[in-house]
DNA sequence: AAAATCAGCAACCGCTCGGTA
DNA sequence: GTACCGAGCGGTTGCTGATTT
């Protein structure tokens, strides 16, 4: 037995929503708000739509403030970013986003900004595999694609950040700052420093939690973080978007009670994913035949190598977690 | 100029999750 | 403990305008 539909499909009008029906809608809402209640509202304003219409509608359309048009080169590093860290989860990339819908980010990941990525990748990965180079295809498609950020973004002070070493990706810090001030700051300074087992963690330093906008390395982005020392020493310097808005599975592991020190885990491992080892940039050849999940993968493995550095010299190769 | 193809995007569908009785 | 219900989410569909043949 199938789940009873949420509305009767015979009486409720469907397809694309008039000028007319999104007045009603916009008027009834600002006037008496949800409520709360979706199934009702349709009732309540005189439409004659389902809640989840309605619920569409105003969320991807109507409400105050949404963004249309262009993305920024700032937008798709966002993007990118999360998207290696946490797939299509659109709902929370966009609360990273203020002003864009899950929708929009969504089918501008699946029209755009994907064919962007697989357009430069080929070029980038035998440019790779040529020179040898330290830098990963990603990382160089996306230098190649995104311009650096500017430097004059406001940057207010930050509030203190824990100070422990992590084995995770950044982009999954859960931070207690707000949605605007988490905009304003979309930078965030922080030093690698090689561990003893031979990863590298994060050191966030607590009290110099800053990234001023005349801070010349902050050159926000896991694709774009500069080597900041020699590569003998692999001491990096890394600037991140302070990720906030998920679950509690989702935060941050000490290094002390996580990976012990092989690996990048998530929580309680739920979210723990593994990258398919031969497609760890310059290790194997790659194709250029790239689907929607190597695109991921060699997006993860630019995180992975970028954001987690956790390349372990001595097993080259071996599956990488974050 | 017309037909075919492509790209973008709004909207729908069905599933999961969380709250509640 | 469980069944039900609504909200929210992500994947997919289909319409429409743009571009190409």
């Known amino acids: 037995m199938g789940r009873a539909p949420c509305c009767d499909k015979a009486t409720v009008k469907r397809g694309p929503w008039s000028p007319e029906e999104d007045a009603m809608l916009k008027e009834y809402i600002e006037k008496h708000g949800t409520g709360g209640n979706w199934i009702a509202l349709p009732q309540n304003a005189g439409l004659r739509r389902c809640g989840k219409s309605c619920r569409l509608r105003w969320l991807n359309y109507l409400r105050p403030n949404i963004k249309h048009g262009d993305f920024t080169d700032f937008e798709d590093r966002v993007i990118c970013t999360l998207y290696a860290s946490i797939g299509s989860r659109w709902s929370v990339i966009a609360a990273q986003l203020p002003g864009r819908t899950d929708n929009d980010i969504k089918n501008y990941w699946n029209t755009k900004l994907k064919k962007k990525l697989m357009a430069v990748l080929p070029a980038m990965i035998s440019q790779s595999q040529r020179t040898a180079s330290l ?4 990382q160089a ?75 010349a390395n902050c050159n926000f982005s896991s694709t774009s973080s500069t080597v900041g020392g020699t590569s003998s020493d692999r001491s990096v310097s890394y600037d991140f978007y302070p990720y906030h808005g998920v679950e509690e599975k989702e935060n941050l592991v000490p290094a002390s009670s996580g990976g012990g020190g092989s690996g990048c885990t998530v929580g309680g491992g739920e979210w723990t994913q593994k990258v398919a080892a031969d497609k760890a940039w310059g290790e194997n ?38």
């Open 285 to 322: 050849a790659v194709t250029a035949d790239y689907g929607f999940e190597e695109i991921k993968q060699l997006i993860s493995t630019n995180i992975s190598t970028t954001s987690c550095f956790l390349f372990d010299e001595n097993k080259v190769g071996e599956s990488v977690y974050y």
């Open 141 to 215: 498609a996306s230098s190649f694609l995104f311009s650096p950020l500017p430097h004059h973004i406001p940057s207010p002070p930050l509030p203190s950040l824990p100070s422990p070493s992590y084995y995770l990706p950044l982009a999954l810090q859960s931070s207690p700052l707000t949605h605007e001030i988490s905009f304003e700051n979309p930078m965030q300074h922080y030093q690698l420093q090689k561990d003893g087992s031979g990863s590298i963690a994060y050191g966030g330093s607590s009290g110099d939690g800053t990234c001023s906008s005349s801070e």
């Open 135 to 138: 830098v990963s295809p990603l």
